[in-house]
């Protein structure tokens, strides 16, 4: 991934580092140490009256091809902003810090006490559900050889270096790679004096992804440069985005074959796809093989020529089987992801509040059809839409109970709106823990809608919309 790394300001004691989407390596071999991130967030994150308390959360990720979120510490943020998160790791470890949808990363180091302050969110930011809103983190000592500014001072110089060369870039001039070979040279003598194999392989993946986009160069001179006889660094984000760009071709070729279609549909065997990757002369390593398996079986299992069953056959074979840790891993996610509110399985398990306070939770609508939907006030199509919801409830609420669930910053935001429009009478709940709905009911984006069976099973995922979902609730109402 091409990383956005700015230093905005620097002073004595301090200065701010803001990374956009970027990647490090981690890794779970060895002795984890603790680490402790002491901060400050900025008072617009802190909970105000009407508002449940404010908490900040330490993710990374649990691999690189599925990018499953995996929690390493939270902490409350008391009434003046400060938080105190404290985790354990083996190795340098790229972060990513949630405050709702606020989203500052950094790196963290094993053995190590961070001081920060979490600046707030733009205030021309957009405010979605999935995507989240990049914010800035303010290091409150100052060290150049940290390993947080190491990275900034290069990506900004590497982000200067892009935009420099941006008509030669677009244009795919080879005269390109002459400039990129001149800043490989230079940037190693800035930075040689460190010794840092984290900043280093950093630097080389950076350069990797940038070369191999242009495309100019033969792919195996890549191969050569950047993979073959190297370390095969799954849990590295840069290497990662190298292995992504320059594997996505390769496996595209053989995932969309007739034989693969074979393979998948019928013989449903992941030792027989492993043979069958062999004939590239680029995944003679099993390692680099089972990856690039999995890499393009999620990216294509959901087209109509795949029958989502043996997909999920491979991938439960894929866990057992494969050589390399990590990889087992990423076909336990990708399996998971795969049965995320998937029809016949049971719905998941919540309890929150009304809005009166009570709580409500799903096993309360057993022996009930429920038309569920996600919703938020900021959302107009929401609110549109439950003009429809309202008219389907005269006609069938006998039969199905119809739960809106709101996805806002504050419980007040929902009963401010049920004031206004005191005609939407059914139930309205509001979703404190927009993460767990988010991983386990996949909500991200609204609104959304589900429909669960008397059972507590999933029935439709995701069900249409209140507009066209009235044929299925024809056919319930026919039951006995």
């Known amino acids: 991934m091409n990383t956005e790394c700015r230093i905005l300001n620097v002073e004595v004691t301090r200065f701010?580092?803001?990374?956009?989407?970027?990647?490090?390596?981690?890794?779970?071999?060895?002795?984890?140490?603790?680490?402790?991130?002491?901060?400050?967030?900025?008072?617009?994150?802190?909970?105000?009256?009407?508002?449940?308390?404010?908490?900040?959360?330490?993710?990374?990720?649990?691999?690189?091809?599925?990018?499953?979120?995996?929690?390493?510490?939270?902490?409350?943020?008391?009434?003046?902003?400060?938080?105190?998160?404290?985790?354990?790791?083996?190795?340098?470890?790229?972060l990513f810090l949630m405050i709702e949808n606020a989203k500052a990363e950094m790196i963290a180091e094993p053995n190590k006490t961070y001081q920060i302050q979490i600046l707030p969110k733009d205030s021309d930011a957009v405010q979605t559900l999935s995507a989240p809103i990049a914010v800035e983190i303010e290091f409150v000592t100052f060290e150049y050889a940290e390993l947080n500014f190491l990275i900034a001072d290069f990506s900004s110089r590497y982000e200067t270096f892009l935009e420099e060369q941006r008509p030669l870039i677009t244009k795919k001039n080879k005269a390109i790679f002459g400039k990129i070979d001149t800043m490989k040279i230079t940037t190693k003598e800035k930075f040689s004096g460190y010794k840092n194999p984290f900043l280093n392989?950093?630097?080389?993946?950076?350069?990797?992804?940038?070369?191999?986009?242009?495309?100019?160069?033969?792919?195996?001179?890549?191969?050569?440069?950047?993979?073959?006889?190297?370390?095969?660094l799954l849990n590295n984000y840069e290497y990662m985005e190298f292995f992504n760009q320059f594997f996505s071709?390769?496996?595209?070729?053989?995932?969309?074959?007739?034989?693969?279609?074979?393979?998948?549909n019928q013989i449903t065997n992941f030792a027989s796809l492993m043979l069958y990757f062999s004939e590239s002369k680029y995944l003679a390593n099993d390692t680099l093989r089972e990856a690039v398996i999995l890499?393009?079986?999620?990216?294509?299992?959901?087209?109509?020529?795949?029958?989502?069953?043996?997909?999920?056959?491979?991938?439960?074979?894929?866990?057992?089987?494969?050589?390399?840790?990590?990889?087992?891993?990423?076909?336990?996610?990708?399996?998971?992801?795969?049965?995320?509110?998937?029809?016949?399985?049971?719905?998941?398990?919540?309890?929150?509040?009304?809005?009166?306070?009570?709580?409500?939770?799903?096993?309360?609508?057993?022996g009930k059809y429920v038309y569920l939907n996600f919703w938020a006030s900021?959302?107009?199509?929401?609110?549109?839409?439950?003009?429809?919801?309202?008219?389907?409830?005269?006609?069938?609420?006998?039969?199905?109970?119809?739960?809106?669930?709101?996805?806002?910053?504050?419980?007040?935001?929902?009963?401010?709106f049920l004031l206004k429009n005191p005609r939407f009478d059914w139930i309205f709940l509001y979703g404190s823990n927009v993460r767990m709905l988010k991983e386990e009911y996949n909500?991200?984006?609204?609104?959304?809608?589900?429909?669960?069976?008397?059972?507590?099973?999933?029935?439709?995922?995701?069900?249409?919309?209140?507009?066209?979902?009235e044929p299925d609730f024809i056919q319930i109402k026919k039951k006995k």
């Not at 989407?21 to 002491?38: E, K, M, P, R």
């Open 295 to 366: 890499k393009s079986l999620s990216e294509y299992y959901k087209y109509d020529l795949y029958k989502p069953e043996r997909v999920a056959a491979i991938f439960e074979q894929a866990a057992t089987d494969c050589k390399a840790e990590e990889n087992k891993r990423t076909a336990l996610n990708i399996l998971k992801r795969m049965n995320i509110m998937k029809p016949g399985t049971p719905a998941p398990a919540f309890s929150f509040q009304n809005k009166n306070g009570k709580i409500i939770s799903l096993s309360d609508f057993k």
């Open 249 to 264: 071709a390769i496996g595209g070729r053989f995932i969309t074959t007739d034989k693969m279609l074979n393979e998948i």
């Open 443 to 469: 909500v991200l984006t609204v609104p959304t809608y589900y429909l669960i069976d008397p059972k507590g099973n999933v029935l439709k995922s995701p069900a249409q919309k209140p507009q066209y979902i």
């Open 201 to 232: 392989t950093y630097i080389d993946y950076s350069f990797a992804s940038l070369e191999e986009s242009i495309t100019l160069k033969d792919r195996e001179i890549f191969f050569n440069l950047y993979i073959k006889d190297k370390p095969i």
């Open 378 to 416: 900021w959302c107009s199509s929401c609110i549109q839409e439950m003009a429809v919801i309202l008219e389907l409830k005269k006609l069938y609420g006998d039969k199905i109970e119809f739960v809106s669930i709101s996805v806002d910053k504050k419980p007040d935001l929902m009963r401010k």
């Open 16 to 94: 701010i580092l803001l990374l956009f989407a970027s990647g490090f390596w981690i890794l779970d071999s060895g002795f984890s140490q603790n680490v402790t991130i002491n901060g400050k967030a900025d008072t617009s994150y802190i909970a105000h009256a009407g508002m449940l308390s404010s908490t900040i959360f330490a993710f990374t990720y649990d691999d690189y091809i599925s990018y499953k979120e995996k929690e390493l510490g939270s902490s409350p943020i008391d009434e003046k902003g400060n938080f105190s998160i404290s985790l354990k790791i083996s190795e340098p470890t790229y």
